[in-house]
Every structure is written in C-alpha cells, then in structure tokens.
C-alpha cells in the first residue's frame, strides 16, 4: 500500500467545490473512508454540496485540527488506525494565515512529513492551496512537499519535489539562534534533575503557563537535559527567558551531536521505539527547534501561554 | 493508669516524623511509618487482610525485640506465628519478660468470657510498669481488636477502652500502642468512630524514601504506592521494587495519587515492565494527578502497551471503599 499525497492549486470557492465534491465522491464510491478537512468558510459550502453523502463522510474543522504540527500528525495516524482496514481519503487542508515565520516554516515541514510518516498506509490525500488568496511563499512550496499537482485538468508530478529529510534539512538552515543576554541560567551538574524541573516550573508559572502546560514544558526539559546527561558532554545547562507570550527554555551541551532531520518526527508506534523522548518533546511543547554543531548541542522548547 | 512518664531516652531524642498529615474518614490524624511509631504514640492500624496487617505488625514486633524494648501482644495465636517472629526464639524472649504473648482470657475477658476493658487497662498498666522496672527503654502493646467488631456489636466497651489508651500513652515517655483493625469488617461509621480515638494512624515502612520518592507497598488494591517525582535518578530504585513486587506477584497496581512527576523514561521503564507481564495481565496506573494524565494522554495510551487507567482521582475515600 502506498500513499498518495497530491496538492490541489483552486482559484475561488466553485472550483474548489467541483474539485474536492468529486475527490469525496469518488472516496465514497469506491468504498474508502471519506474525510474532509477543510477551513471554515470552505466546512458549510463543501457540506452543502455533498448533502447527498452526508452520512457517508466526516468532516472537521481545519481551525479546530490544525493547531500545532506534531500533533496533527498524531491525530490523523489515529484516523487511519480507526478506519482500518478501511483506506483513508482525505481532503487535508491546512490553515496558513496567523501564522508568525517560524510557524507557517513547522506546517510546511508537515506537509512534506506527510510523505513518511503515512507511506504504506494507503492512504489518499488532496491537499487545497488556494492560489487566490494564499501568501506567494506558501504557493511557492507546495511543488516541493508534494509528490503531485493537481492544477485544472492537469495533474502531474512535481519535478521540484524534495524528499521529507532534505526538505526538512534545507528549512532549517536559515534559523537564526539569537539568545537575549539576560536569559537566566542554570548549570546542570548533579544526576538529579530535580534543580531543573523546580528552575523551569517557577518559570512557567510565574510566566502564567496553564498548569498543564507548565508541566508539559517542564516533563520537555527534563526529557532533554536526561537525554544531554546520557549522551551529552560536560558542560551542560539550560537557559530561561521569555519573548511576548512566549516561555524558551534552551538546554545545551558541549556534546557534538548532528541529529538526523527527521529526528523525533515521525510518531513511535510505543514508548520502546527509538526517537519516543524527543517525538514526545515535540508533542509536549509548542515548538522544539534543534541545533548541533561544534559548538556544541542545543535543544530549544517554546510555549505560548 | 500511671505508666511511667520522665525523661525520654536518648534514641528517641529527635522530633518525630510525621511524613503526612492527613484527613481520613472525616478525623484529622498524622499518618506514620511503623518504624517512626514512639513513645506516647496511642496508633492506629486500619488494614485490608493479613498481607497489609503483617507488613506493619511484623517490624513493630521485631523492632522491639531488636532494640531493647518489650513487647506486649494480647492474641490467642502461639508466639512462634506472630508476625515478625520469624528470625527471634520466642522462648529466649519470653524469658527475660522482653516478650510477652498474652492470650484474652488472662487480659481482658471477664469470667463470662466477655470483654473486660477495665481489666485489658489493668493489664497494661502492670505489663508498662514492669517493663519499666526491668529496664526495658520502652514498651510496646499490640493486639487486635476486630474480634470485638462482630455483627451488631456494642463498641461502646472498645470506644471507651480505646480512650482510655490514649489518655494514658499520650503523655507516656515509655509507652506506645498499636491497635489493628480489620476495616472489612468494620461499617465506615464506626470506622470513623474509631479512628477518632486516636491521633496517629501507622503505616508500613516505605521501600524507598529519598525526600523527593517515596515507594511503598499498597494493599487494597495490591500494589505499589508511589508518592512524590520519578526521574532518571530513581529509575533503577523503582525498577528494581517494581521487578520484585511482579516477580512476587504482589500485585499489578500502582497509587499514583501522590505522584508529582513523572518523565518520559518512567514510562518507558513501566511499560518494559508491564510487557513482561503473564498474557492478559496489565500494570493499573490508579489515581492519576491531572498533570500526570496529561502527559500520557497526550503521548497516548496506545503507545504504553500494558498500561491501562485505573481507578479515577478521588474515587478513593478510605474505609468505605475497602469495607463496600
């Protein structure tokens, strides 16, 4: 079982109503499992326009589904293992506007991860860019995170397609890793990361974290700094400051890590599989952004309140 | 009753633990471990079977006998088959008055065979004041009461009894109490009623407790109780508890009621564990703090295979839950 992963380029509601109607349509005919993720103001037209299969399809909100990355990935993986042996097909259409940079480059990675994490699923996803309104640096990606493109009648392979680990690997090369000079800091010296969960909780709360997020970012931190104490190199820390709404906490060693671009990516079928520490990072915080080098080996959690 | 009051001994010089206060079944009391249990400690020990009895009976038995203390126990059991006698000759004991096992009819029934809480009184007051005399640093008293629990029983006898006992340890630089009680065979009210006799309930001693995790048997469900922050540094601790807790198939429960933290490689280690389990056999998280919950549910609970929710927060309410 394969994956097929195509972009759809609309101009203007009625053609992406003839084009994701006919996508649902076809899903329903042949049996598959028809879901339809799409923007609010696309979610009553499109359900208006598929009245007839009403029962036969879900639908949700893309606001509601697409709220953070890694998370999306894990809710869709559930969506196929509920609908086994059923196959998927899925209109997939993900929210671009209020997005800061850092963010809209996370969901184009997520675009482009899609090509692994649910290869052999066999599932079938139509991915709506709406050349009317979308950013001319949204459009610009889609040829490279999607293995097809659907524009009108022409559908084609890109050439311009990337795989995931070079996609990801090049996005990550223009991040900057500024550290403001008052970030405080606290040297992890000792086994006992006891000092840092109580350094990165008043943190959190003093920066009005809900309860469970604070403890979200804090179960983070502790997963990097366990995993800089097993692997890492004297000497290690972390670093606290805030920027907005936003809590950072970096932890570093001196360690000369180069982690693989898909690290902690892709989801672990269990707890036992390699890469669950840091993929439960991910999932736990807002943003992880990794960084490793000479330099050293830096592991970055952001977390709005 | 006049047991010897004066100053205390040395070993009991340092201010006694109280590791929780706590409120159970509607009565204020300072929950301790058995060893912690001291002088002028009138204690109470609510228990879900023999297993649970055994585990704080046994060292408060053979922590006497150990430490130059006497031990009194009112029981018609023989002395060899009392908890925590496993490594003492009773004989030896009892002869030097270090050890006395004394049946209810020489301590507290009356001539019709009935409870006598006057004379189980008496019959403390001269068991403390020999023991005192004979140069014994202290002397401890233990028996069970749930006999007196049967159907329909008046506990007016035993509530005055229990009062009794604790007017007279309380102030006690010698003496100190232990009353078990089978809370299965108790109705919650009278549960209540009992407990509020007292000012200090005895637990058995942690298997581990380093200020910042602390392990300790459970008994109702079995299991494991686990209280405080499981990290990295405490991995090999817990693993090695919870190996021998499934090995001894002592239970697949564990109390996460006081658990604080729990990291990613707790989990990891649980769900190796849980995985060595017998087919169809699961390790029960209990009681799970919503911050806890939150993490596990958001890795998800089908990426812990071998784990499953137990019992919801705040289902636990003590006596009732056991004893329904």
Known sequence: MGLTHRALLYDGRSDFLAATGAFLRQAVEVGGAAVAVVRPDNLGPLREELADHRDEIEFYDSAEFYRHPVRTLKAYLELVDRVSPLRVHAVAEPVWD?????????????????????????????????????????????????????????????????????????????????????????????????????????????????????????????????????????????????????????IGDHGHWRPPPLTGFVPPRSALDTGFGLWSVRLLVDLVELRGGWGGTFVRLRVRR | MHWASGNGSAAYAEPTRTHRDGQGMGTWYDTRYVDDVRPGDHAWL???????????????????????????????????????????????????????????????????????????????????ARGFEAGFRAVRFTTDFTWLLAAGADLTGLLGCEDRLAHAVSPSTVAMAVCQIDRRRCPPDRLVELGATHEVRVEGNPLFDDGTLRIARSFAPRGLRIEGELDRARHAVFAEHLGRLLAGRRGVHLDCGGLGFLDLGGLNLLVRHALALPRGEALILDDLPANVENVIDMVGWNRLPGLVPGRARGARDGGATAWA
């Open chain 2, 46 to 128: 609510p228990y879900s079977g023999a297993e649970e009895r055994d585990h704080v009976v046994a060292p408060f038995v053979a922590g006497a006998l150990a430490t130059n203390e006497k031990i009194v126990y009112v029981t018609d059991a023989p002395a060899a088959r009392l908890p925590g006698m496993s490594a003492f000759d009773p004989a030896a004991f009892a002869a030097t008055g270090q050890l006395r096992v004394l049946t209810r009819a020489e301590s507290c029934l009356d001539a019709a065979g009935g409870f006598d809480p006057d004379r189980l009184g008496r019959t403390i007051d001269r068991e403390v």
């Open chain 1, 98 to 250: 209020g997005h800061d940079a850092r963010q809209r480059l996370e969901w184009q990675r997520y675009e482009s991860l899609i090509n692994v994490v649910f290869a052999g699923s066999g599932a079938s996803s139509l991915c709506p860019y709406d050349r009317s309104t979308l950013p001319g640096d949204v459009l610009d990606q889609v040829r490279l995170t999607h293995p097809v493109v659907v524009d009108g009648a022409d559908e084609r392979p890109s050439d311009a397609y990337l795989d995931p680990a070079s996609y990801s690997a090049a996005q990550d090369l223009g991040r900057r890793h500024d550290r403001p000079a008052d970030a405080e800091y606290l040297p992890i010296e000792a086994d006992d990361l006891q000092p840092l969960r109580l350094f990165v909780a008043t943190r959190a709360n003093a920066h009005e974290l809900t309860p469970a997020a604070a403890q979200n970012l804090v179960t983070a931190a502790n997963e990097v700094a366990a995993n800089a104490l097993a692997h890492g190199t004297p000497p290690m820390g972390a670093w606290v400051w805030t920027s907005g709404d936003e809590i950072v906490c970096e």
